[in-house]
């Protein structure tokens, strides 16, 4: 049974970096793309980005000069780093696989999500 | 990016009931929607790929439809487990865009 685990700091200050990591057990990261996506509190779900596991990243127009996405095969992890964050960043973050279903990837698996809070 | 407008915003039906959400693109993504169900404080729950198929384990009760640019997600009896949110998503090109969401209640 594939799982996805968020793991990083909950609170981060203003203008720091925010990094998450996603570990992934009962299943291989390899062949995969793996993504991120976040939810404000009482809002709607947004894709950040997505690592292939070759190392090959897409992320979203509107966060990318602020996000780094990394993938270790070796520890079955993959990562995200937002940097300059605001309070706008405060969200529930995601993890989940995009599962190849005839030529392109919906979301088939995702962690349980981890709240990160941006305060001072 | 391809935006995803769905609605209604919010549903209020009762167990038994038919009920379908609609979400539109403003462009055409051929069959590359998904639809999501999420229950609060919980993550997303994979049902729908590829407009229609169902992904293993979800009831035959959920189904959807369309093409092109308008889909539909009905659920033909609701039960008490079916009142959650529901996200439509496309997936046809980066950045993978989602609707608003339609938060089905209960009457």
């Known amino acids: 049974q594939l799982q996805l685990q968020e793991s990083g700091p909950g609170l981060v200050k203003p203008s720091e970096t925010l990094s998450l990591t996603c570990t992934v057990s009962?299943?291989?990261?390899?062949?995969?793309?793996w993504g991120w996506i976040r939810q404000p509190p009482g809002k709607g779900l947004e894709w950040i980005g997505s690592?292939?596991?070759?190392?090959?990243?897409y992320s979203n127009p509107s966060l990318e000069s602020r996000v780094t996405i990394s993938i270790d095969t070796s520890k079955k992890e993959f990562s995200l780093k937002l940097s300059s964050v605001s309070a706008a960043d405060t969200a529930v973050y995601y993890c989940?696989?995009?599962?190849?279903?005839?030529?392109?990837?919906?979301?088939?698996?995702w962690g349980q999500g981890m709240l990160v809070t941006v305060s001072s | 990016d391809i935006q995803m407008t769905q609605f209604p915003s919010t549903l209020s039906a009762s167990v038994g009931d038919r009920v379908t959400i609609t979400c539109r693109a403003s462009?055409?993504?051929?069959?590359?929607l998904a639809w999501y169900q999420q229950k609060p404080g919980k993550a997303p729950k994979f049902l729908i790929y590829?407009?229609?198929s169902l992904e293993g384990g979800v009831p035959s009760r959920f189904s959807g439809s369309g093409s092109g640019t308008t889909f539909t997600l009905t659920i033909s009896s609701l039960q008490p487990d079916d009142f959650a949110t529901y996200y439509c998503?496309?997936?046809?090109?980066?950045?993978?865009?989602f609707g608003q969401g339609t938060k089905l209640d209960i009457k």
């Open positions: 462009q055409s993504i051929s069959t590359w």
């Open positions: 690592v292939y596991y070759s190392g090959s990243t």
């Open positions: 590829r407009a229609s």
């Open positions: 009962g299943g291989s990261i390899s062949s995969y793309y």
């Open positions: 998503q496309q997936y046809d090109s980066y950045p993978y865009t």
């Open positions: 989940a696989r995009e599962v190849d279903y005839g030529g392109k990837q919906p979301l088939d698996h």
